[in-house]
């Protein structure tokens, strides 16, 4: 059983650029969390959804950022016009359920904004 | 809302040495807790979990006690080893969203 899987574990972007990032969450789990972590910070709740609906975006900035989660296919975290701000660990984590129950991290995405 | 106070670091202890690391919550209802821990370069990891009130937690040494009266969900360690060397994350699992803690950088010195 795969654990979550996000790629692409680096991704360099010029500003101006979009960034995609995309997370496979483990199978059989409904519910998928974004999450940056800016250099020597901590972690910062983006975004919760569950299949084809946003739950909660309160961590998500106004402008540029938008999340998805379809019915098939990974959840995709999209970054228009990146600026060098945005330059980050992108963390997914999925669960079985909701807040209570056992988060499951992946890897991460490192963007770098040039 | 949900909130996580964590104690803040950078820690430095030598090997052997016991362990705290400090958490504290407010939250509404009866969340569940957990301690995820972070090696450099990697995802987040759970080390230990507890869902009710004075349910204790622990793995790989490490131990976490849910206190309800104090709010608290302090990370023990007796022994340290260099291995232990990580960033550690206390959070809070309510009805939505897990709410992490600033997290705090450990290093242990040989």
């Known amino acids: 059983n795969a654990g979550v899987m996000q790629n692409p574990r680096h991704l360099v972007r010029r500003r101006g650029q979009e960034a995609r990032l995309r997370c496979s969450p483990m199978?059989?789990?409904?519910?998928v969390y974004w999450y940056r972590q800016l250099p020597e910070e901590g972690l910062k709740f983006m975004v919760y959804?569950?299949?084809?609906?946003?739950?909660?975006e309160s961590g998500m900035p106004k402008e540029r950022f938008s999340a998805e989660f379809p019915k098939e296919g990974p959840s995709i975290l999209r970054i228009q016009q990146v600026v060098r701000g945005d330059s980050a660990a992108y963390f997914c984590a999925s669960s079985l359920g909701t807040g209570g129950t056992e988060a499951f991290f992946g890897q991460g995405t490192r963007l770098t904004v040039v | 809302g949900d909130s996580v106070t964590q104690m803040e670091g950078p820690v430095t202890l030598s090997e052997e040495a016991f362990l705290t690391i400090n958490c504290t919550y407010t939250a509404t209802g009866y969340p569940s807790l957990f301690w995820y821990v972070q090696y450099p370069g990697e995802g987040l990891q759970l080390l230990l979990k507890?869902?009710?009130?004075?349910d204790k937690g622990s793995n790989k040494g490490f131990e976490a006690t849910y206190r309800k009266e104090t709010t608290s969900f302090h990370l023990e360690k007796g022994s340290v080893q260099v291995s232990d060397s990580a960033v550690y994350f206390c959070a809070l699992g309510g009805n939505e969203k897990l709410t992490f803690g600033t997290g705090t950088r450990l290093t242990i010195i040989p």
């Open positions: 507890a869902t009710k009130a004075d």
């Open positions: 199978k059989g789990h409904s519910h």
């Open positions: 959804l569950q299949k084809e609906n946003i739950i909660d």
